[in-house]
């Protein structure tokens, strides 16, 4: 064993209650309600937003007790990858990994475009150096350098520790939470109720906005990844997990009323970016509608910077499993970080500007699609582990048991199949496909690679590097 305990690398226990829930809270809000919420109100009506994201917050807490169960029972670095490993064995397990690696990673590298959006909103960016032309967007080097620098400094605080990035996380996502109310409080009290329309356009509309939702949700599955490091009771890691849920739908909910009242629906209809046109008209101020803006940025900010957190853990755990290069499974001596892992990831994130704004929308589509193939295969999981090992310790048990699971294999079947050719929500052809199957591609030849690289991992190494010896199984062990 000593050969084997020398490899295994793991993380430090310095995270809060406090810090958890902003980490999924924060990943989860981000920038999409300031970009979405008039889009939500146009196709399904202010009531029809709402009864969307109502839906879905159901829908989400199904899949998210599979994970409120699984996560304090198994509380490691990884998420996904170990449930899926455990319940489902390592084929499965890798597929998973990579997948909620490629959702991460695909929303981490949106929001360097999006926050070069802000900016220019607030101080227009001068164009200088044309690049190219990238689905009618025209890319400038000056543009591109403002994102990739956001990159670079979220990727530096990573670096240097969970801590510092847990203390950003709080302190952005409590900004945020400021512009967000501030604006529910000023559509209820200076807002028209004559604006909240139409109430409804019917159950297409529904839909569409229903598609949306896994997006606007991802997020709270970030709590898996950093359970490794987290300094709190193992039976409230379910409750905060299911909390942060229930705030993002309350979040959501809450501005859908406040984008309704605060402005009627032609200046909701023709803004760029609607939250904050919508609370200058209503407040008749065009520097309140910038205030709301760096409201947003910071959103951009804790989702960008728990994306980062949530891919880098997963790839962290890949490579301490000998499933990726060792590289990737070793922590720096000085700061107890995932180092490798947060380099390729904040390289990524740091180049993304260079495909210009347009690849906003083909980075959330792609990202949903990998992220709901991740929580079909926690459900599988879920139950799995409840036939296989009954007696796993389980600080907190969900009721219904497999019920539960089965409904959330089921739910997450119902979103994949939205994706797909023959759904309302096809990923579009070539982007967004192009980036699924490149993904998928790639990960093929690294698993090639890998196991050639490493023939010889017995089941007895993999267990111990996949789980330690406290939450390994004894039968491999011995």
């Avoid at 509309?205 to 193992?234: K, R, S, W, Y």
């Avoid at 294999?409 to 052809?429: E, V």
């Amino acid at each position: 064993m000593s050969k084997t305990t020398d490899e295994r690398q793991t993380l430090n226990r310095v995270l809060g209650i406090k810090d958890v829930i902003a980490l999924s809270f924060g990943t989860m809000i981000g920038w999409g309600w300031i970009m979405l919420a008039g889009v939500w109100v146009t196709a399904a009506g202010v009531i029809g937003a709402m009864v969307a994201f109502l839906i879905g917050a159901v829908l989400c807490i199904f899949v998210g007790l599979t994970y409120a169960e699984l996560t304090p029972a198994l509380p490691l670095a990884g998420g996904e990858l170990v449930f899926s490993y455990r319940g489902l064995g390592y084929k499965a397990s890798w597929m998973t990994g990579w997948m909620i690696t490629f959702a991460y990673v695909g929303v981490a590298a949106w929001e360097g475009p999006a926050l070069v959006t802000a900016i220019d909103y607030i101080i227009p960016i001068p164009r200088a150096v044309f690049l190219w032309n990238v689905a009618g967007f025209d890319v400038y080097l000056s543009w591109v350098l403002v994102g990739s620098l956001g990159g670079l400094i979220l990727a530096l605080l990573n670096f240097r520790g969970a801590k510092p990035a847990a203390v950003f996380q709080l302190s952005a996502t409590i900004a945020m939470a400021i512009g967000g109310v501030l604006f529910f409080f000023g559509g209820v009290v200076a807002g028209d109720i004559a604006n909240m329309v139409p109430a409804s356009t019917g159950f297409n509309g529904i839909i569409v906005v229903l598609l949306m939702v896994p997006a606007m949700f991802v997020g709270f599955d970030v709590i898996p990844q950093t359970a490794e490091e987290m300094n709190i009771p193992l039976h409230k890691i379910a409750k905060v997990l299911i909390i942060s849920i229930l705030m993002a739908a309350a979040w959501y909910i809450i501005m859908i009323v406040g984008i309704s009242l605060s402005a009627p629906p032609d200046i909701r209809d023709s803004a760029s970016i609607p939250v904050a046109e919508a609370f200058a008209y209503n407040v008749g101020a065009p520097i309140v509608g910038k205030l709301m803006i760096i409201a947003a940025m910071c959103g951009i900010l804790t989702s960008w910077n728990g994306f980062i957190i949530g891919a880098t853990r997963v790839i962290f755990a890949m490579g301490r499993a000998k499933m990726l290069p060792p590289v990737f499974g070793k922590v720096h001596p000085k700061y107890q970080t995932p180092s490798a892992a947060i380099f390729l990831v904040g390289f990524i994130t740091c180049i993304s500007p260079l495909l210009g704004k347009s690849a906003l929308v083909w980075f959330v589509d792609a990202s949903a699609f990998g992220t709901v193939v991740a929580y079909f295969m926690v459900a599988l999981s879920f139950v799995a582990l409840r036939r296989k090992e009954p007696k796993l310790i389980r600080p907190y048990k969900v009721r219904g048991g497999s019920f539960v699971g089965i409904c959330a294999a089921l739910i997450a079947l119902f979103f994949l199949s939205l994706y797909t050719p023959i759904g309302p929500g096809n990923l579009i052809w070539p982007y967004e496909w192009l980036m699924v199957l490149g993904w998928v591609v790639l990960g093929i030849i690294l698993a090639i690679m890998n196991q050639k690289a490493y023939p010889d991992v017995s089941l007895r190494e993999r267990e111990y590097l996949m789980f330690g010896e406290e939450y390994a199984r004894e039968k491999y062990l011995k």
